[in-house]
């Protein structure tokens, strides 16, 4: 059983910054973090394969980068220039497919989630 472990959340404000962390307890070659703000569908941010290939929602592209180290299993995520839209329960994923996509069908192993709060 993989077990995920996200950290970094917290409150700031529009511009802001944020480094999210996830450990896995065990090597997966593909790791993603997806967001779900109440009512709203749960969507994809970015996801990082093993090799260091990587994927964006389009609305994150520039401000957000991805980054896997696989000697610790930690995935990262960089949060630049936040705005009150971020605003979300951020999850950490994990998936064992053969292609790292946003694609949540593809994670099987889910994180508890960090709350990130962007205030205007």
């Known amino acids: 059983q993989v077990q995920l472990v996200e950290s970094g959340g917290g409150s700031v404000q529009a511009g802001g910054s944020l480094r999210l962390s996830c450990t896995s307890s065990t090597y997966t070659p593909c790791m993603a973090w997806f967001r779900q703000t109440p009512g709203k569908e749960r969507e994809g941010v970015a996801a990082?394969?093993?090799?260091?290939?990587?994927t964006y929602a389009d609305s994150e592209k520039g401000r957000f980068t991805v980054a896997k180290d696989n000697a610790k299993n930690t995935l990262f995520l960089q949060m630049n220039n936040l705005q009150p839209e971020d605003a979300a329960m951020y999850y950490c994923?994990?998936?064992?497919?053969?292609?790292?996509?946003?694609?949540?069908?593809?994670?099987?192993?889910w994180g508890q989630g960090t709350q990130v709060t962007v205030s205007s």
């Open positions: 990082s394969d093993s090799d260091g290939g990587t």
């Open positions: 994923a994990a998936s064992i497919a053969r292609t790292c996509r946003l694609n949540q069908g593809d994670f099987r192993y």
